[in-house]
């Protein structure tokens, strides 16, 4: 019999060069501790897009054991180096990360398709491409039906009422389309905030699972803890791991966790 089981460690916004320090063992220890398939980091590895912070984000990457799929953040392109970001806005996480911007790794079980959301010309406010979402589609429609569609995005889709920044470009749209090609799972970062449950947009009819996890190894927290998750897909099923260390903590202990349901009509909380 098939083993159905799946993990994936997900992790963002760690902020190389504005860092604690002392939780980079830690968080490593957990990861690598996890028995994950995968670790999908969704964005800003650095602060400012600096050579020295990159050096030290691929130093991380790389004592990571399993598989890493990573996509850029708005602080992985130059803010202070208007020439590099407007031209080559991509060139220093290409040399020292990697060149491929939009990742995925995919098998029988599950698909995992990284996206480039952002926009270098406004920095901070993302933007979902319609030929990106076209090849999610494509590649989500060539899998079988028990496969687990994931994305993994910078910027989300969806924002909470209180947010602050703005979202990104075509983001609503975008969500229709892919609610309705097949994707199940969107993995997101950018706000410093967690959040893990369907989407609440109605057209979306909760068919799309978003888990927003905050910066994993920054000293700006935003009133949270520094968090990471990690899900566990059993067949229909997905456990969601909320992972945090507090500002006086100097380890990561299991917050909370939610078990989810993959149904025809969408994602029940059980």
Known sequence: MTDRRKRIVHLSDLHFGRIREELTEPLLNVINNAGADVVAVSGDLTQRARHRQYRAAREFL???GPPVLVVPGNHDVPLDNLWVRLVRPYSRYRHHIAENLEPDITDDQMAIMGINTVNPLYWQRGKVRRRTVRRLCRHFAQGPDHRLNVIVAHHPFEHEPHTDKRLMRHARSAMDSLC?????VLLSGHLHSWRAEPYAHREHNA?????QVGTGLSSRLRGEPNDFAILTCDGDDLRVERWGAGPEERSFTRLESSLFRRQAEGWLRL
């Open 62 to 64: 790389d004592r990571i």
């Open 180 to 184: 309705d090609c097949g994707a199940h």
């Open 207 to 211: 068919r799309i699972l978003q888990v």
